[in-house]
């Protein structure tokens, strides 16, 4: 799903995707709760060492935890991003299903001007990796 919605003098640009990890949540969780570990896992994603993280289809921004429902959810405050061009949150929740956790990961994002749909697309792909290498890493 994606979506892109002038509010006010900023765009908000939305994207939910899902996928099925052979993992606890309790697992899954672990793994999620610390955004600074995602450059270990996530392909594409960088450290910048100024507190900032590079994310896939993302100017390089801070993730800052905002709330947690363990082995359900975690909600990371995005922000940071060159000249406050991007703010919103990334949120990553867990639903035991079966023998294993359906993942969804939910961006809410505004920026300072509306994105083209194929950079919505680098995102979402961004995320889908991080979905696929999530099923290897928790293993």
């Known amino acids: 799903m994606i979506s892109r919605k002038a509010v006010g003098r900023t765009v908000s640009v939305r994207s939910l995707d899902h ?6 949540p309790e697992r899954v ?6 955004p600074a570990g995602y450059p270990d896992w996530w392909p594409g994603t960088k450290a910048l060492g100024d507190g900032r993280i590079s994310l896939p289809g993302l100017p390089p921004v801070r993730l800052e935890p905002e709330g947690a429902r363990p082995r359900t959810g975690l909600l990371l405050r ?16 867990v639903e035991a299903f079966e023998e294993g956790t359906v993942v969804s990961a939910i961006a809410d994002l505004r920026a300072r001007r509306p994105w083209s749909p ?9 995320f889908r990796s991080a979905l696929v290498e999530l099923r290897e890493t928790t293993r």
């Open 19 to 24: 996928g099925f990890v052979r993992a606890a």
């Open 29 to 34: 969780f672990e793994v999620l709760r610390d």
């Open 78 to 93: 995005v922000s940071g991003a060159r000249g406050g061009a991007l703010g919103g949150h990334l949120e990553w929740y």
């Open 118 to 126: 194929r950079r919505v697309l680098r995102m979402r792909s961004g």
